[in-house]
């Protein structure tokens, strides 16, 4: 059955299974996701599509003398006559569980979203009108340049749509789009890598990226090998995101109020207030940011460290986790909040560090005596969360820059580093401007991030990788 069948549109759906809920409390989230993908490989596109998708998530709380219990049901492709089982299935969980440690009443009090009963948005493949052109002209340059480039282009449109029991209304539309590009020498013994996070594919450039990695296939024709060891290294934007990244997932409140992650204060509560890096660094989540919008209120499917289905609809406002280097704000629920005294700080759907010089990456490898120029990391892994020590690989690019220039590119490198002590030692951040992690592109993209310059990285053993 269509989306757009009379009586199955998002909000009709919500609506219906709003009342067809029996619970003392119901939350309904209606999911509608539209994809458009590009790939390729040898300057060549190989494939392309387009996918629509619908889910319904249905949270059903239950009152009982020991408390409130809530159970959740997802389901994919829901129809109207799928609406009263699923209904079901998640008052049946509820009934089965026991009390929710994080039940709160449900959210009430918001203004309905004016676009509430609206049709969902839709991508196609028309959001790559301009790019394929010139993609196809980055693969002719590629082509007589002696390079060949490999990667994939996807734009998906989530228009969300969430009910409750308690009267709230609220859409959300989220674009997120991103772009990964690869080029190799024929012999596949170099390798470089660029990304870009975009809303709409109308702010890339596939001929600048392509130059870019034309400059860094140059560099790797010189090959240098180091040792494992500690070196001044230029984390490019898109590694500090993906370092940062893990750093505010491992900003839970109530862990670090119970002495188990690197915000606990030794002897007891937590390191808010104190200072985390002498650059004057902020380090925040705002849901209006520009080119990073994301969603103003709660938005989650389950409950966790950092999220609660009784959250659901509580509006996000911006937030500062550190400010000129302070740490300001862990993340919290509403429960988690009143465990800890903390203020409420639901964990935003984007990330920003700000607070550095003007200066480009490339004028920071202009000031650089000698260092090592990074371009990302891969498989990163926690090690110890009380210091929040994480692992992980260096990948597509590690160069030696002497004297202000790059004299070639050094063998991949195994580090162990913590992204707080990182920002406690950096000694210089570039220009904050707009980046994609690598790591964890798939989950988390919106992020503006500037270089950082640490004096003594820990490269902790040599890798064989490209």
Not at 20 to 36: F, K, P, W, Y
Not at 119 to 128: G, K, Q
Request: one cysteine or more.
């Amino acid at each position: 059955m269509s989306p757009r069948t009379p009586g199955t549109k998002p909000y009709e759906i919500v609506e219906r299974a709003l009342q067809l809920s029996r619970a003392d409390g119901c939350v309904v989230i209606a999911d509608e996701t539209s994809t458009a993908n590009l790939r390729w490989a040898g300057n060549a596109l190989t494939t392309n599509g387009v996918t629509r998708g619908r889910t319904l998530t249905v949270i059903a709380t239950v009152d009982g003398k020991e408390g409130t219990a809530s159970g959740v049901v997802s389901r994919s492709a829901v129809t109207a006559d799928d609406l009263e089982p699923l209904v079901r299935a998640a008052e049946e969980a509820a009934a089965k569980a026991g009390p929710a440690e994080d039940a709160q009443p449900l959210v009430d009090g918001v203004p309905h979203s004016p676009g509430f009963t609206d049709a969902p948005a839709e991508t196609s493949s028309a959001v790559f009108a301009d790019f394929a052109p010139a993609l196809g002209e980055a693969f002719a340059r590629a082509r007589s340049g002696g390079r060949e480039l490999y990667g994939f282009a996807n734009h998906e449109l989530t228009s969300s749509y969430l009910g409750t029991s308690t009267g709230l209304r609220l859409r959300h539309d989220q674009p997120n789009g991103t772009l990964e590009l690869n080029a190799k020498s024929p012999d596949r013994t170099r390798s470089a890598w660029a990304g870009q996070s975009t809303r709409d594919f109308k702010d890339v450039d596939p001929a600048a990226m392509d130059a870019d990695l034309a400059t860094r296939l140059g560099w790797a024709e010189r090959r240098i090998d180091l040792p494992a060891g500690r070196y001044e290294t230029l984390l490019p934007p898109t590694a500090v995101a993906d370092l940062l990244i893990y750093q505010l997932w491992s900003a839970g409140a109530r862990d670090a109020a119970e002495g188990r992650t690197v915000f606990s204060k030794p002897g007891g509560g937590t390191r808010v207030g104190e200072r985390l890096s002498e650059l004057p660094l902020t380090l925040r989540s705002d849901p209006h940011a520009p080119g990073l919008e994301c969603a103003p209120f709660v938005l989650t499917h389950s409950s966790g460290d950092d999220a609660s289905v009784f959250d659901n609809g509580l509006p996000v406002s911006a937030t500062e986790w550190i400010a000129r280097g302070e740490l300001k704000h862990l993340t919290t629920t509403r429960h988690s909040a009143a465990l800890t005294g903390l203020p409420v700080a639901p964990a935003g759907d984007n990330l920003i560090l700000d607070g550095g010089s003007r200066k480009s990456l490339e004028e920071m490898v202009a000031a650089t005596e000698r260092g090592l120029l990074l371009t990302c990391l891969w498989y990163i892994r926690e090690v110890d969360p009380a210091t929040l020590l994480l692992t992980g690989l260096t990948r597509d690019g590690v160069y030696l820059v002497e004297n202000g220039e790059v004299v070639g590119a050094a063998n991949n490198f195994r580090f162990n580093e913590s992204p707080v002590d990182l920002l406690a030692r950096a000694t210089e951040a570039g220009r904050t401007e707009k980046t994609l992690p690598r790591e964890w592109g798939d989950w988390f993209t919106r992020a503006a991030m500037p270089a950082l310059r640490v004096p003594d990285f820990n490269m902790s053993s040599v890798s064989q990788g490209v």
